[in-house]
């Protein structure tokens, strides 16, 4: 008996090494007189950036020769990051705005800033409202369905936002956030700044609400606050002092999307042997498959094949497209997939060597599928084959959090004593 180890995505030559020695020993152990082997198709198959990385923006200079250094240090977000990552965080929560002033407010100009109490500037005049009320009057007066030739209602009609603006509209107005920072908004200035919050709380609201089905560009996002500010007394060409300093320096900090302008080529690279391998395989992965066949027939007698993650969707493509022909693959007597998107993939319609639906063919070796239920990567074979006896499907707990939990299977006796048993089932000798 010969068990063959084919690695998974990601793997090269030293990870592989420092893998198979463990899996190796620990079957070794409890299988003293069978032989061990292990199939490495990594640098071979595995995928690469062919021409340097060029395809990736900011990697390197367009000019650069294909030998040249990667650049080490990804540049400074600019003032497009900056926006970017603002809006992020309005979509996420679109009164977050509003709130920096509802409990900020304004610096007056007093050295004191706004009192405690929120009633606005101290000199003010006894039963004068705060220019913000005024503002929020503006917003409740504001139609929910703009005119027929109206900007507004155009824009809203080709950016796809017009079905979700009423209840945008109505939820800002009628905000507790929107409220407080109305009162606290005292002068023309803090009401101008105002104007511009509630105008951008009623866009990302609408933007939020519409999700992928939007169709705005950033020109039209920025035209509707325009509109929507100056309706309400305010001047969107004068960004707001107070909240968007601080939304600013929050957003550059919260968000993921300056994070990953500036570092997508390092990001990518070091992607690239993970997805990458998956990507490559999917379209040419009859090389793989080819070269798998090849080592598992390289020797005579039953084998017991233990495919991880990519290593296990290639061995379910070969044992199954040889079966479907009549010819299966000869001495494979087990499969062992861990942690193998191969259920999934047969679910999207993505699996090589099987429809949605269609069954394991005659032919096809018994199959054990392990599991981690923490594993992002790992799947059920058993309920997408029901009532296939050849197909079962066991769980590992590693208690490791994903990703750790996707390598974690090698070092759990469960798992050895999981395909000891599979062994003596299938009665291997």
């Known amino acids: 008996m010969r068990f063959l180890f084919v690695h998974g995505t990601g793997v090269r030559r030293e990870r592989h090494d420092t893998l198979f020695a463990l899996v190796r020993d620990r079957l070794t152990a409890r299988f003293p007189d069978a032989a061990v082997d292990s199939c490495f198709w990594g640098d071979r198959f595995g995928a690469s950036l062919s021409a340097g990385g060029r395809s990736v923006p900011g990697l390197r200079p367009l ?21 970017t990552a603002e809006w992020a965080l309005l979509l996420a929560d679109p009164l977050c705005e509003l709130r920096v002033l509802a409990e900020a407010g304004w610096d007056t100009g007093t050295g004191r800033g706004d009192d405690d109490d929120g009633d606005g500037d101290e000199f003010a005049m006894p039963g004068v409202q705060p220019a913000g009320v005024r503002v929020l009057d503006l917003l409740a007066g504001l ?3 703009p005119a027929d030739g109206d900007e507004l209602a155009s824009l809203l009609h080709d950016t796809g936002l017009a079905a979700g603006f009423p209840a945008a509209l109505e939820s800002t107005a009628r ?3 929107a409220a407080r ?18 105008a951008r709380a009623v866009t990302a609201a609408a933007l939020a609400t519409a999700g992928a089905d939007a169709d705005c560009t950033g020109t039209e996002r920025d035209r509707l606050c325009e509109l929507l500010t100056t309706r309400l007394g305010g001047d969107a060409r004068v960004p707001g002092a107070r909240a968007a300093a601080v939304l600013g320096r929050l957003a550059m900090r919260v968000t993921t ?10 990001l990518t690279v070091g992607a690239t042997p993970a997805l990458g391998d998956i990507l490559r395989y999917q379209a040419r992965g009859a090389d793989l498959r080819e070269f798998l066949h090849t080592r598992i027939t390289a020797e005579p007698g039953p084998t017991v094949l233990i495919g991880h993650s990519l290593g296990g969707i290639a061995l379910v493509d070969l044992l199954a497209l040889g079966a479907a022909r009549g010819e299966p693959v000869p001495g494979a007597e087990l499969l062992v997939t861990v942690g193998s998107q191969a259920p999934f993939l047969y679910e999207l319609g993505a699996l090589t060597a099987l429809a949605p639906g269609a069954k394991l063919p005659y032919g096809f070796p018994r199959w054990l599928n392990v599991f981690d239920r923490q594993d992002m990567l790992a799947y059920l074979a058993g309920p997408v084959f029901p009532g296939d006896p050849r197909v079962t499907d066991h769980e590992i707990g590693s208690r490791q959090p994903f990703p750790a939990c996707h390598s974690a299977y090698w070092k759990q006796k469960s798992l050895y004593e999981r395909i000891e048993q599979a062994v003596a089932e299938a009665e291997i000798g």
């Open 181 to 198: 920072a109305g009162a606290r908004a005292a002068g023309e200035p803090q009401a101008r700044e105002l104007a511009t919050a509630l």
């Open 63 to 83: 000019d650069a020769p294909l030998d040249a250094p990667l650049d080490a240090a990804p540049d400074a977000p600019g003032a497009a990051d900056a926006e």
């Open 143 to 145: 139609p929910s369905t």
């Open 257 to 266: 999307q300056p994070l990953l302008n500036a570092w997508r080529g390092s």
């Open 175 to 177: 905000s507790a956030e």
